[in-house]
């Protein structure tokens, strides 16, 4: 069965700062993969998505993520967070069997950005 | 055009009622998902529709039940509301174009059972 781990719950990070979001994966075909933010009261928004080509791909708001085959990763990037960057920020596997489709999501990072 | 729209955005209702979550979209998409989100959790999957009159369960049914007699409508009824049903709902669409296309979320309702 798909699984999708997000490792670290809550991030802190300076404003400026890099950000890094890691998110783990498990699944027995190719997998669709992406990134979803919310913030607060809000619904989910895409940031990005990744199905084949270009192994590191590039997103809204300044965000990029990097596919691993090897180590079923594709982990979140931003060189310089805003402080509007404080979200939460979920990675999510794209299941796929005959005549069905559905999305299968980690538990979530939530990133607080400090002055 | 408005998207995935959700109705209400809060409600609190009593153990025992029941009460129905409106989804509605104008993309004119097949596939239509229900989550709940739950703190530290994530979001699981409740019921979808990949098209009018059909409708599957997802990970979390139970105490749950969905209808699909349009394209643009899936409503979810809670029939015996229950504290564990405390939690912020989404309701999605997918256009089902291609599989890298993502989901359209709507803002949520946001449930207490009390």
């Known amino acids: 069965a798909q699984s999708v781990t997000q490792p670290d719950i809550h991030i802190t990070v300076s404003e400026g700062a890099s950000l890094e979001l890691r998110c783990n994966y498990s699944?027995?075909?190719?997998?669709?993969l992406f990134w979803y933010v919310q913030s607060p009261g809000q619904g989910l928004q895409l940031l990005l998505k990744?199905?084949?080509?270009?192994?590191l791909v590039q997103g809204i708001k300044g965000f990029e993520a990097e596919f691993k085959r090897s180590q079923s990763s594709f982990n979140l990037r931003k060189p310089s967070v805003h402080w509007s960057d404080a979200a939460e920020y979920f990675c999510?596997?794209?299941?796929?069997?005959?005549?069905?489709?559905?999305?299968?999501f980690g538990a979530g990072t939530t990133v607080t950005v400090r002055a | 055009n408005a998207g995935v729209t959700q109705t209400p955005k809060f409600r609190i209702l009593k153990i025992g009622q029941s009460m129905t979550l409106q989804c509605t979209q104008d993309?004119?998409?097949?596939?239509m998902y229900w989550y709940r989100q739950d703190p530290g959790m994530g979001l699981k999957l409740i019921y979808y529709?990949?098209?009018?009159?059909?409708?599957d369960k997802g990970e979390v049914p139970n105490g749950y039940n969905v209808s699909r007699s349009t394209t643009e409508d899936f409503p979810l009824r809670l029939e015996l509301a229950a504290p564990s049903q405390t939690s912020v709902y989404f309701c999605?669409?997918?256009?089902?174009?291609?599989?890298?296309?993502?989901?359209?979320f709507g803002n949520g309702t946001r449930l207490t059972v009390t």
């Open positions: 529709s990949v098209g009018a009159g059909i409708t």
């Open positions: 990744y199905f084949s080509g270009d192994t």
């Open positions: 999510a596997v794209g299941v796929v069997v005959p005549n069905d489709y559905k999305l299968s």
């Open positions: 993309m004119n998409h097949n596939y």
């Open positions: 999605a669409s997918w256009a089902a174009s291609s599989y890298n296309s993502p989901l359209h």
């Open positions: 699944y027995g075909a190719t997998p669709y």
